[in-house]
T-cell receptor
C-alpha cells in the first residue's frame, strides 16, 4: 500500500473557523492532489501540486488554499469554513502525474461544518 | 479537455449475475483510462488501467474492461458478481495540466 496519511480523519467545526487538513506521503512522489467527494458529484479536484512550492488550482478551488513546503507534506486550508465545505476530502499522490499513470489515495478526512 | 461520463449512478445485480458498469470518454482517444473502486469508508484503489497496449484489460478481483474506440466506451464487467463487489466504482481519465478527471461514480449493490 502507498504510504499516505491524512489527518485529521474526522473533524467537526463551526462556520467561520479556519481548518487545515494534512496529507503526508512516504513515497517521494512528485504530484499531490486534494479532492472532495460529494454525493452526485464524484470526486472534484480542489488543488494539486507538481513540486515543492508549485501548486495549481482545480475546478473547485474557491475558499481553499494549499501549501507544500516539503515533498512529503501537502496542506489544505479552509480560511473560513462554510457549511458548503462539509465533505469528505481525499489526498492522492502520483509519481508521474497524468502523463504516465495512476493515483494512490489516502483514506479520507471527513469534515463537518456546522 | 478530457472527461468521462458514467451512466447509472446505482446498479443492482443478483449474486452470480453479470456486472456491467458503463463509462464513456469524450471525443479524443485518451492515453490512459482507469477504473477505481471505493469500498465503504475507504479511499479509492485502482481496479484496472488501459494504456493502449491492449483493448481488453484485466484487473483485480475478476474485473475487466474493454476499450472500444468506435463507441468511445470503456465499460467495466465481471462475469459473476460476489457480495464483496458491493462498492462504488469510478471511471477516470487524465486531463490537461497533470490533472485527472473522475466520473460521478456508480454504486453497485449485490443482492444475495
Amino acid at each position: 500500500d502507498a504510504g499516505i496519511t491524512q489527518s485529521p480523519r474526522h473533524k467537526v467545526t463551526e462556520t467561520g473557523t479556519p481548518v487545515t487538513l494534512r496529507c503526508h506521503q512516504t513515497e517521494n512522489h512528485r504530484y499531490m492532489y486534494w479532492y472532495r467527494q460529494d454525493p452526485g458529484h464524484g470526486l472534484r479536484l480542489i488543488h494539486y501540486s507538481y513540486g515543492v512550492k508549485d501548486t495549481d488550482k482545480g475546478e473547485v478551488s474557491d475558499g481553499y488554499s494549499v501549501s507544500r513546503s516539503k515533498t512529503e507534506d501537502f496542506l489544505l486550508t479552509l480560511e473560513s469554513a462554510t457549511s458548503s465545505q462539509t465533505s469528505v476530502y481525499f489526498c492522492a499522490i502520483s509519481e508521474g502525474g497524468a502523463g504516465t499513470g495512476e493515483l494512490f489515495f489516502g483514506e479520507g478526512s471527513r469534515l463537518t461544518v456546522l | 479537455a478530457q472527461s468521462v461520463t458514467q451512466l447509472g449512478s446505482h446498479v443492482s445485480v443478483s449474486e452470480g449475475a453479470l456486472v456491467l458498469l458503463r463509462c464513456n470518454y469524450s471525443s479524443s482517444v485518451p492515453p490512459y483510462l482507469f477504473w477505481y473502486v471505493q469500498y465503504p469508508n475507504q479511499g479509492l484503489q485502482l481496479l484496472l488501467k488501459y494504456t493502449s497496449a491492449a483493448t481488453l484489460v484485466k484487473g483485480i478481483n475478476g474485473f475487466e474492461a474493454e476499450f472500444k474506440k468506435s463507441e468511445t466506451s470503456f465499460h467495466l464487467t465481471k462475469p459473476s458478481a460476489h457480495m464483496s463487489d458491493a462498492a462504488e466504482y469510478f471511471c477516470a481519465v487524465p486531463n490537461t495540466g497533470n490533472q485527472f478527471y473522475f466520473g460521478t461514480g456508480t454504486s453497485l449493490t449485490v443482492i444475495p
